[in-house]
């Protein structure tokens, strides 16, 4: 398909190449219509990469808990190359994310809620809006803003980093609007007792339903964070962001391994994101990372 006019029809074949670093024969096409010519590589998760081998174990080694220089250590390369699979693979999972939103049947019930998260240091705390599909458990859309530090933090954050204004409901909105893509009118959408939420679901869905349940956050380190006594009507929503934690090196507490950036940070979400879809999918053995068009 080309990827200007989006269409099969002017396409035609012409030609081979070989590929320099495996001999493999690559198909070259050309649109008539807008007169580029490609290949099959040009849309491909390795395209114009040496180290092919590497590219689906580093996807499920990111998304199991390991930092990436420990990454690059266990694959013998340079910390560089996976931090360029990063960038790469996040952006990757980012379309497929949305490909998978726009393809999907309308989701009738949704959980979203935020992840406290920081970057760098905890004098710059991030939120991060997820929505998640209560029936499946699949990470349907995710956003980062930047918050206000809080506590004693405040005054010492504001002396060395300055005011970072709060995109707190901005990322909210993001979610909200990419969320609207793949949710039915007259869902339910359930949230904890967050003043901002009850406007939020009006403005972006004004038919669904919106219930509200006791966030049952507060839990300290380890095992807390699925710690319940009772009955969670948000179980989905808890369950996904424990994993999140558990298996973003990022996003594990008292980890040494900071995000250094708030892109990182997305490109790394939305890897998880995917890579949480597809393993929730108990069809395939072990998830492989691939271009999703729907
Ligand atoms: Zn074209």
């Not at 959980?111 to 699949?138: C, G, M, N, S, Y």
């Not at 300055?162 to 339910?188: F, H, N, Q, V």
């Not at 989905?236 to 391994?257: C, E, I, P």
Request: proline share 4%.
């Amino acid at each position: 398909m080309c990827s200007i006019c989006k269409s099969d029809r002017n396409v035609i074949k012409r030609g081979f190449y070989r590929r320099p670093s495996d001999q493999k024969k690559v198909q070259r096409y050309f649109c008539k219509a807008c007169r580029i010519s490609f290949s099959e590589q040009t849309f491909a998760v390795d395209y114009r990469q040496q180290k092919r081998w590497l590219n689906q174990s580093c996807f499920l080694t990111l998304c199991s808990g390991v930092s990436q220089r420990r990454a690059a250590y266990v694959f013998q390369v340079v910390p560089r190359t996976i931090s360029r699979r990063v960038k790469r693979f996040g952006e990757i999972c980012e379309k497929n994310l949305a490909n998978y939103r726009e393809s999907r049947a309308k989701v009738s019930e949704v959980q979203f809620d935020e992840l406290e998260t920081f970057i760098h240091t905890k004098l710059k705390p991030v939120t991060i809006p997820i929505a998640v599909e209560k029936k499946t458990r699949k990470v349907l859309a995710l956003s980062i803003g930047n918050i206000g530090a809080k506590g004693h933090l405040k005054q010492i954050s504001l002396q060395r980093y300055g005011r970072r204004p709060s995109e707190r409901l901005s990322a909210l909105k993001t979610m909200a609007k990419d969320l609207k893509t793949c949710i039915a009118p007259k869902a339910r959408i359930g949230s904890d007792r967050c003043p901002l939420y009850p406007k939020l679901v009006r403005e972006y869905y004004p038919e669904a339903t919106h219930y509200t349940c006791k966030g049952l956050r507060g839990a300290v380190v380890g095992l807390g964070e699925l710690k319940k006594a009772a009955f969670d009507p948000i179980f989905s929503l808890n369950h996904t962001y424990a994993m999140f934690r558990d298996n973003l090196k990022t996003l594990s507490r008292r980890t040494w391994a900071t995000a250094k950036s708030k892109d990182k940070l997305l490109f790394l979400l939305n890897i998880y994101a995917w890579f949480h879809n597809l393993w929730l999918d108990r069809k395939l053995a072990k998830p492989r990372l691939a271009v999703f068009d729907g």
